[in-house]
């Protein structure tokens, strides 16, 4: 049988155990623990997502290197108050 196979077999079976015990939970009187169990792993999913998001715009932007350098990074405004405020 072919690895993706396994995995798919593997992951139904992870997402069988998990939904019964939430529903164990949830039988046992305990709602709000079921709750948070059941909102866990979307959660989770939703955090690694962004995550790895995160990471390949930073790791796409080491490897373009460093923008350049064409003006400030701020209104000019700004920079004139903040030159003010320290003195420059």
Request: charged letters at 20%; a positive charge.
């Amino acid at each position: 049988m072919a690895a993706w196979r396994w995995l798919l077999i593997l992951g139904a079976a992870l997402l069988v155990v998990y939904a019964a015990f939430v529903a164990a939970l949830a039988v046992r009187g305990r709602r709000v623990d079921a709750r948070a169990v059941a909102g866990f792993v979307p959660d989770c999913v939703v955090l690694f997502k962004r995550l790895l998001r995160d990471a390949t715009s930073i790791i796409s932007g080491i490897t373009q290197g460093p923008p350049p350098a064409d003006g400030p990074k701020q209104p000019r405004s700004r920079g004139a108050r903040a030159a003010a405020r320290t003195g420059d």
